[in-house]
C-alpha cells in the first residue's frame, strides 16, 4: 500500500506511505482518492490530517508518468485527487516537513490549513520543465495574494516555512520535531464538536469557492492536456530532466 489510513476519536489520518520522496504515482494518487472516500463515509469523522512517512512530505508526482502519452490519464486523475481534497466535507489539515514540491504542494493547497516544520520548503518547479502545476493555478490564487501566486508559479523557485507562512500558505510554522504532535493537537480540537456541524461548517466556509474551484480545476487539467502539451518545450523539458541535462528550449 502507498497510504495509510485511520482514524481514533473523530481524527481521520492519511499518511503518504512511499519514503523517502513519497513520489505521487498514479498508483498512490488512486489510494488516495479510494481513502478520502472511506474515510468521508465515516458519520463520526470530525477531521482529517495528510501526512507522510519519512523526512519530506513529497517531492511531486511522477515526471515520467507526465510524459506522451501516460499524461492523458495522469493530469485528469492528478486534479480528480486535488479536487477530492478540496472537496472533502469536513476539516482537512496537512502536516508538512521536508521538501514539498510540484503536486506534492498542490495536495497541501487544497487542505483548510498546513502546519509545517522550520526546515520545510515550498514550491511549484514545474516551469523549469516547460510544464505548469494544474491545480496550484486553479487554488493557489485562493490563499495567498495574485503576485505572490504568480511569482511561485512562474519563477520556480521555492519559499521555506517561514515565508511560505508570511504569504498566509503556512498556518502555523514549528519545529520539525514537533510537525506531528501540533497538527495532532489542531486536530483534537476540531474533533471536540459535532460532526454534523463541522460539515455543515465546512460548507458554508467554502460556499462562495466550491463550484469555481472545481470548475476552474478541470479547465486548468483541459488547458495542461490539450494546450501545454502539444508545445515542443513541454515533452522537451520532461525528458530532459529525465536525462538529468540541460533542455533544449525551441520556445513552441
Not at 489510494?31 to 458519520?43: D, F, S, Y
Not at 519530506?56 to 508526482?61: E, R
Not at 514550491?123 to 496550484?136: D, F, K, R, S, Y
Request: charged share 25%; hydrophobic share 45%; proline share 5%.
Amino acid at each position: 500500500m502507498a497510504i495509510q489510513t485511520s482514524i481514533e476519536d473523530g481524527i481521520g489520518r492519511i499518511v503518504l506511505d512511499e519514503p523517502p520522496l513519497n513520489i505521487l504515482s498514479q498508483k498512490l494518487l488512486g489510494e488516495l482518492r479510494g481513502g478520502l472516500g472511506k474515510l468521508e463515509a465515516e458519520p463520526t469523522l470530525r477531521v482529517l490530517v495528510l501526512s507522510a512517512e519519512g523526512k519530506h512530505f513529497s517531492a511531486g508526482a511522477d515526471v515520467g508518468e507526465h510524459l506522451p502519452p501516460a499524461f492523458e490519464q495522469m493530469i485528469p486523475e492528478f486534479v480528480e485527487t486535488i479536487a477530492a481534497i478540496d472537496a472533502f466535507p469536513l476539516p482537512v489539515i496537512a502536516s508538512v516537513k521536508g521538501r514539498c514540491l510540484g503536486g506534492g504542494f498542490e495536495v497541501a493547497q487544497a487542505a483548510d490549513m498546513i502546519v509545517a516544520g522550520e526546515g520545510a520548503m515550498f514550491g511549484q518547479p514545474e516551469i523549469m520543465l516547460a510544464v505548469l502545476p494544474p491545480a496550484a493555478c486553479a487554488v493557489l490564487p485562493d490563499i495567498c495574494s495574485a503576485g505572490q501566486a504568480a511569482e511561485i508559479v512562474f519563477s520556480g523557485e521555492a519559499l521555506n516555512a517561514q515565508q511560505a507562512h508570511e504569504a498566509g500558505i503556512v498556518l502555523r510554522v514549528v519545529s520539525d520535531d514537533s510537525v506531528e504532535t501540533e497538527a495532532l493537537d489542531l486536530a483534537g480540537k476540531i474533533a471536540r464538536h459535532s460532526a454534523a456541524a463541522l460539515r455543515v461548517t465546512k460548507k458554508a466556509l467554502r460556499a462562495g469557492m466550491a463550484e469555481r474551484r472545481s470548475a476552474t480545476l478541470k479547465g486548468v487539467g483541459r488547458i495542461y492536456v490539450d494546450e501545454l502539451m502539444q508545445t515542443e518545450d513541454s515533452v522537451e523539458g520532461l525528458q530532459a530532466f529525465l536525462d538529468k541535462r540541460k533542455p533544449n528550449w525551441k520556445h513552441h
